[in-house]
């Protein structure tokens, strides 16, 4: 076994996902047959090779430190399921 | 002919010579979307006033005098890209009733060119998987044979404009989501370059490898596409500042000094017959075009499936993280404290295949695994991509199938996350190495179903695959073939 139904759990809890105890099972069957085939990587010899995080050339992309316009607040909170119209609304954090 | 089975290229000539108005093509697509839709299920939302709206601008515009590359064009967009004037669900019930506060960038530049955004198309959830049935409201079905997947996750794209509801469509390819349902639906469908086309607006999935791009009826389309789409986006910073061709330039007659190179390894085991056998007859009118075809090697080939399917969750993993019920999106109002919103608003908002990859990518990058999973796959990727880099030296295109069988029946794989990972083998590459590919419809296997030929090319070659692309479509006998609908 690649993966326990305990590290399943405790990956899930990482994310924020909550999974019901059939998901627990089911999701560590399909993660262990996933992760035993990706094991195939270990054939590779990786000696000395350097990472690709992306394929745009190495560099920043700089721009002016200049006050522009952005988005107003109420378009910014219109979406939210909560809001004051100032601010997200969220359940209270201390109680 | 029906007015609605036009390509682009050609419904264009008709607006520019007025003998067509912008009112007659729109109302055209709307009565075809109407007579069709119940079978293929492209849409997610569908705004007709809003399209008949713009259609009579455009006309408006035209007759003074006004021109614009899709002026009164009518065509539909990936529920992915960002709508400030219609809902953007990303197939997800997480976002069933969000409507962005702005447009994309590629969504602004289409509006600028005057197209009419007809509606919303249908994908896997936030773009994870192979065949649209992760939609979490509907899923699109093949326009050529029903019951039979139009691919993923671009399928909705793909069907509509096979079924001719629009005469394009803009995708999103992450690893191979434009151009497996263009194969599969015998439609042609361009992932360009990293950086070439602005990601702003697009709903982020794996920020390394996504690429928004077109879906067209054929090659010329696709360049007339491009035409408006490519570009530097200041708010794009991975979007590169490059001079943006005339595309339809490059679809010249004759292949002439052009290497196609064959790679053995994306035709070894698993490759059905009939795919090879068509695409092989592909290679064989590229030939007669006038290209040289070399064999080529991507010796990596066979660890791109693995490389991919780490790397790509790692990122959603992250980029996901933002569905957390705060700003936008679904809430689990029931929950009492801001950690069980989180995640009881997470557990019923994603659907299975998200969880599934949340959980893969956020096991890849934690304390302990990050080295051997993450890290190593990064290396791998870097391998990957010096294969083309080599094979590029040799050839000026690689050319293979795009998917490994034809459409096969809705729920047929639906079971089983590995065997649809691994259908992704041929398509993967591209993104993991940032480099532009095409699908072109090469032919039909004996039930009927369409297969395509897959061309990719180095960085910002664009113009190298529409050109072979055009000189394959000259040949193959599949322009103007349409699916067997009402």
């Known amino acids: 076994m690649k993966i326990t139904s305990k590290e399943v759990e405790h990956v899930a809890r990482l994310a924020r996902l909550d ?77 | 002919m029906d007015i609605y089975s036009l390509t682009l290229g050609q419904a264009k000539e008709k607006l520019d010579r007025g003998e067509l108005s912008s009112r007659e093509l729109t109302e055209a697509v709307l009565a ?4 069709v839709e119940d079978r293929v299920r492209a849409f997610l939302h569908l705004d007709p006033e809003g399209a008949l709206a713009r259609a009579d601008e455009a006309d408006r515009l035209r007759k003074e005098g006004r021109a614009g590359e899709l002026l009164g064009i ?33 969504v602004r530049r289409l509006r600028d060119a005057g197209a009419v955004i007809l509606g919303k198309v249908a994908m896997d959830e936030f773009a994870m998987g192979s065949t649209s049935e992760n939609c979490a409201f509907q899923t699109p079905v093949n326009p050529w044979k029903d019951g039979y997947v139009a691919g993923g996750s671009s399928g909705g794209s793909a069907a509509a404009v096979a079924a001719d509801e629009g005469f394009a469509s803009l995708g999103s390819d992450t690893g191979g989501s434009i151009r497996q349902p263009a194969s599969l639906c015998g439609i042609v469908g361009m992932k360009p370059t990293y950086g070439r086309v602005s990601r702003y607006g697009l709903v982020a999935f794996a920020s390394s490898l996504d690429q928004v791009g077109p879906l067209t009826k054929d090659v010329r389309d696709c360049a007339l596409m491009m035409n408006v789409i490519a570009g530097h986006d200041h708010r794009d910073s991975t979007s590169i500042d490059r001079e943006v061709p005339d595309y339809t330039a490059a679809l010249v007659d004759g292949l002439r000094g052009i290497r196609v190179g064959i790679p053995g390894e994306y035709f070894g085991d698993g490759l059905d017959p009939e795919v090879e056998r068509t ?25 791109c499936v693995a490389v991919y399917y780490l790397i790509a969750p790692a990122e959603a993993s992250s980029n996901l993280a933002r569905y957390d019920g705060v700003r936008y999106g679904f809430r689990d109002r029931d929950a009492q404290s801001l950690i069980d919103m989180y995640r009881s608003t997470r557990s019923r908002g994603f659907g299975d295949e998200v969880k599934r990859r949340i959980l893969i990518g956020t096991y890849a990058l934690s304390a302990g695994y990050y080295d051997a999973y993450y890290k190593k796959a990064s290396r791998v990727r870097t391998l990957i991509q010096e294969d083309f880099t ?6 000026d295109l690689v050319v293979s199938p795009v998917c490994p069988t034809p459409s096969w ?46 061309m990719q090319a180095a960085h910002f070659n664009e113009e190298i695959l529409l050109r072979a692309a055009h000189n394959l479509e000259q040949r193959a006998g599949m322009l103007g073939r349409r699916p067997p609908l009402p």
Do not use: W
């Open chain 1, 19 to 95: 999974l019901a105890a059939d998901e627990v099972e089911r999701m560590t069957g399909q993660l262990d047959t996933i992760l035993n085939y990706v094991a195939k990587l270990d054939e590779v010899d990786t000696t000395g090779i350097t990472e690709t995080t992306h394929t745009r050339k190495p560099g920043n992309a700089f721009r002016e430190d200049a006050v522009r316009p952005s988005l107003p607040r109420e378009k910014a909170l219109a979406n939210a399921p909560r809001q004051n119209g100032e601010a997200f609304v969220v359940p209270k954090i201390i109680s």
């Open chain 2, 32 to 35: 075809r979307i109407d007579a």
């Open chain 2, 74 to 106: 009518p065509l539909s967009l990936k529920d992915v890209l960002c709508t400030a004037t219609m809902p953007t669900t990303c197939g997800s019930r997480m976002l069933e009733n969000f409507v962005p506060p702005y447009d994309a960038t590629v």
């Open chain 2, 279 to 303: 695409v092989r007859r592909g290679i064989d009118m590229l030939r007669d075009a006038g290209a040289e075809i070399v064999e080529v090697s991507l010796p990596h080939t066979e660890y």
């Open chain 2, 390 to 395: 080599t094979a590029f030296t040799d050839c």
């Open chain 2, 409 to 454: 029946k809705i729920g047929e794989k639906s079971d089983d996350p590995l065997a649809l990972y691994l259908s992704d083998i041929l398509t993967i590459s591209a993104n993991l190495a940032g480099i532009p590919a095409i699908s072109v419809p090469c032919g039909f296997s004996d039930d009927g179903l369409p297969i395509g030929m897959q």
